[in-house]
């Protein structure tokens, strides 16, 4: 599975980005995906995880009630819906693919995209 993310940007805090992930590959709608973000010094840390069918989405608690995921399985793509955006959300943003389920460490992911900018302003 090759992952493709687009969608980053600069905005203004309490502005809105929709982060995407193009997946190449027949299998896409097998795996899991997740959202990974990574700011500069420190470590890359979950966002946000959905399910292969999309029936279950997980997020990290920063994120909780802003961010959400859905996935197209027809398309190939997940999103990424960031509202209320904060300083604080300000990272690259990756998006990955687990063959197992979508959990909140990186290892458990098998395919990465390049990431995608994401700097939200004061």
């Known amino acids: 599975v090759q992952l493709q993310a687009s969608g980053g940007g600069l905005v203004q805090a309490g502005g809105s980005l929709r982060l995407s992930c193009a997946a190449s590959?027949?299998?896409?709608?097998?795996?899991?995906m997740g959202w990974f973000r990574q700011a500069p010094g420190k470590e890359r840390e979950f966002v946000s995880g959905?399910?292969?069918?999309?029936?279950?989405?997980y997020y990290a608690d920063s994120v909780k009630g802003r961010f959400t995921s859905s996935r197209d399985n027809a398309k190939n793509t997940v999103s990424l819906q960031m509202n209320s955006l904060k300083p604080e959300d300000t990272a690259v943003y990756y998006c990955?693919?687990?063959?197992?389920?979508?959990?909140?460490?990186?290892?458990?992911?098998?395919?990465w995209g390049q990431g995608t900018q994401v700097t939200v302003s004061s």
């Open positions: 590959g027949r299998t896409f709608s097998s795996y899991a």
């Open positions: 959905i399910s292969w069918r999309g029936g279950r989405t």
């Open positions: 990955a693919a687990a063959a197992r389920s979508a959990t909140t460490t990186s290892r458990d992911y098998d395919y």
